[in-house]
């Protein structure tokens, strides 16, 4: 009997990637060429207005999940600024067709924020699983293979850093692990916090938990409700110190 192989579908900014706008960039970019020099951080690819760093392990974690599981993308950015991303993490043309779908901002259902202070803000965007469920091709390219008499809506995995984006769908088809951040700036962005990430490596916290659900025998939302992810703990690196001013004292 064909084993079932679930839709597992990925956000991409704080789940795969970080991203920063490029004027924010340059803003910061003597505190981010300082973490550069002293090897606390690396540096960023350029991806059209922003600088994009990929989580550790991630191309590998791709890999694996489309091994074992239908695999889509689902982000709610634009498609110019998704497309040369997605084109990073697969660059492979064939293994990018492997992808289920990768969709964008036009695919979200949108409502205006009503308590937004920035332009950038003022719309809410949000992941409503009918949209795929609805999807005739995504059904078929879904159903090839698969055991009879199964149900894409029982099958369905959404993870993303966001809870108020999947806010219209059934309980338990998503999973949040926090936000990833490679970085975080503070001191009104004069200083900046680095952090160690494992939860995409082999033993990390995800693949673990994923592996769990690839031998499940129930439903997606059965398996979130019996099996909560939980993050690991957040640890910050111990940067190394700008020593020139001790190095040139003697």
């Given at each position: ?30 505190l981010?060429e300082e ?13 059209g ?6 989580r ?7 890999t694996?999940?489309?091994?074992n ?14 497309s ?10 064939h ?12 695919h ?7 308590t937004?202070?920035d ?17 005739a ?8 293979n ?17 809870k ?8 338990h088809?998503a ?13 009104d ?12 490596e082999?033993?990390g916290?995800?693949?673990?938990w ?11 939302p ?14 910050e ?14």
């Amino acid at each position: 009997m064909a084993k079932i192989k679930r839709l597992i579908i990925l956000d991409l900014n704080g789940l795969l990637i970080q991203r920063v706008h490029k004027n924010l960039y340059f803003k910061c970019k003597s505190l981010f060429e300082e973490q550069y020099n002293l090897g606390n951080l690396t540096r960023p690819e350029r991806k059209g207005n922003f600088a994009v760093w990929f989580r550790p392990n991630v191309k590998e974690f791709l890999t694996w999940l489309m091994e074992n599981f239908h695999v889509a993308i689902w982000s709610s950015v634009l498609y110019h600024n998704i497309s040369p991303i997605v084109e990073s993490l697969l660059p492979d043309e064939h293994e990018r067709s492997r992808l289920l779908f990768w969709w964008n901002q036009e695919h979200c259902f949108v409502e205006d924020n009503p308590t937004a202070t920035d332009p950038t803000n003022a719309k809410l965007f949000f992941k409503r699983l009918t949209s795929v469920w609805d999807t005739a091709d995504i059904n078929e390219r879904w159903l090839l293979n698969q055991p009879n008499n199964i149900d894409l809506r029982d099958h369905t995995l959404l993870i993303d850093d966001n809870k108020l984006k999947v806010r219209d769908n059934p309980i338990h088809t998503a999973i949040h692990p926090r936000a990833w951040k490679l970085f975080e700036l503070f001191d009104d962005n004069t200083n900046m916090k680095i952090y160690k990430d494992q939860v995409l490596e082999n033993n990390g916290q995800l693949m673990k938990w994923l592996e769990g659900l690839l031998e499940w025998n129930g439903t997606v939302p059965e398996y979130v409700e019996k099996h909560p992810y939980i993050d690991p703990a957040l640890e910050e690196i111990e940067k190394k110190a700008n020593d020139s001013w001790n190095s040139g004292w003697d």
